[in-house]
């Protein structure tokens, strides 16, 4: 079984920072990719950064030059620095873990953490 957790969401003014951070934990054999995704009222969760265990990293349009994705190996952990926010970023944000266990490769989630970017 395979946990991901995240945490450092809150509410925010626009033009501030937040630092998301997830680690998955469990029977994991190898991580393949972690990424973000986020999901706002009345909208499809949609890919905010990824990043691959190799380091390649892609990013939505709507975040490139704001945010940053990053990665440590040994810790199965993921982060994502959030600079120059606006209030079309809040939303909830997911984690997601592309690991491979004993049994299988598969896609697991976090619960989410609330971003909140007043105006």
């Known amino acids: 079984q395979v946990h991901v957790a995240e945490s450092g969401g809150g509410l925010v003014q626009t033009g501030g920072s937040l630092r998301l951070s997830c680690a998955a934990s469990?029977?994991?054999?190898?991580?393949?990719?972690m990424g973000w995704y986020r999901q706002a009222p009345g909208k499809q969760r949609e890919l905010v950064a990824a990043?691959?265990?190799?380091?390649?990293?892609n990013y939505a349009d709507s975040v490139k030059g704001r945010f940053t994705i990053s990665g440590d190996n040994a810790k199965n952990a993921v982060y994502l620095q959030m600079n120059s926010l606006k209030p079309e970023d809040t939303a909830v944000y997911y984690c997601k873990a592309d690991a491979t266990t004993v049994f299988r490769r598969y896609d697991y989630w976090g619960q989410g953490t609330q971003v909140t970017v007043s105006s």
């Open positions: 469990g029977s994991i054999f190898s991580i393949n990719s």
């Open positions: 990043i691959t265990s190799d380091g390649s990293t």
